[in-house]
């Protein structure tokens, strides 16, 4: 079993192109969380269930909320108002994503999402940074 440092995981945004879409690298990112899947169940416990156990079904599938933390460039074409992920979130985009992992075969992991929110911090002694959220919707691939 091989372990990788998770340096070098990149996340890339898609330009929408047809036939053809072109994914571009997400500037300055230092650390992303919540990458994951989780299923929803529903109770169907009944009077003969087995030693008075709940029961439960598998239902549906969902990725978790994704958090880009990053130092922010509000100049970048990936971060800016006018044509990156704050513009997406204005215009309620639903954009694809790539997260590449560092791994020998660059494993990636590719969704649609929307950018839910957006928070910048500037504080007077530290670096302008942020944290973007992203909410996928539908199923993701891995190859």
Do not use: C
Request: hydrophobic share 40%; aromatic share 8%.
């Amino acid at each position: 079993m091989t372990s990788y440092a998770a340096f070098g995981t990149l996340i890339k945004i898609g330009d929408g192109g047809s036939p053809t879409e072109t994914f571009t690298t997400i500037a300055q990112i230092n650390a992303i969380s919540g990458l994951g899947v989780s299923l929803d169940t529903e109770e169907v416990t009944h009077h003969s269930s087995t030693g008075r156990y709940k029961e439960f079904v598998g239902t549906l599938l969902e990725m978790k909320e994704i958090t880009l933390e990053l130092n922010f460039d509000p100049a970048h074409a990936t971060h800016s108002y006018t044509a990156g992920l704050i513009n997406d979130l204005v215009d309620r985009t639903l954009r694809n994503f790539q997260l590449v992992f560092p791994d020998s075969g660059n494993t990636t992991w590719a969704f649609a999402a929307f950018v839910t929110d957006v928070d910048i911090g500037a504080p007077h002694e530290g670096k302008l940074a942020g944290s973007i959220t992203l909410r996928p919707s539908g199923q993701p691939t891995l190859a």
